[in-house]
């Protein structure tokens, strides 16, 4: 019985320490494509982690609305539009930020939680990469999704691919 309960106790420790550190990797691992020269990504990543949103309230909507606020000390702001098709599972997440570093980039992805406490990684975003003006937009296609959660996600925005710090968030909304 201890056996059990120390093998399962482990299990979620490294469950737990795996999603984290996906906070922090190159996006391009997760994604089948890089930025084109026009500042749009366009990706297909697997739903791999679609197992936690089993515990979020989901909505039978297929779009949801985040708008994107600065973390302290930045000055990053932006939008992000998620689509749902019902027919073939496929979410797709197009993100605007602006106010970033001028030709930097910045890895972005979909956590459960709330902006005040966001969790564990669900699903990875394109990079954000800046142009001259520090405008960003990214659009990635995420494969397998069943429903987009009434509430639960949370988009995180990161400060480039070696620094983990979040310079902008937002809340996923859905709408009607």
Known sequence: ???????????????????????????????????????????????????????????????????????????????????LDPKTHELTVVVKASGLAPNSVHPEHIHTGTTAKPGAEVYALANLTADKNGDATSTTVIKGVKNIPASGWVILVHQGPKDVKVIASGDVKTTK
């Open 1 to 83: 019985m201890a056996s059990k309960v120390l093998a399962t106790a482990a299990g979620v420790i490294v469950a737990a320490s795996l999603g984290l550190a996906g906070c922090g990797t190159d996006n391009t691992a997760n994604n089948t494509s890089s930025a084109s020269t026009n500042q749009t990504a366009t990706t297909a990543a697997k739903a791999t982690k679609t197992d936690k949103n089993t515990d979020l309230k989901t909505s039978a909507n297929a779009s949801a609305t985040v708008t994107l606020s600065p973390s302290k000390d930045s000055k990053v702001k932006g939008t992000a539009t998620l689509t």
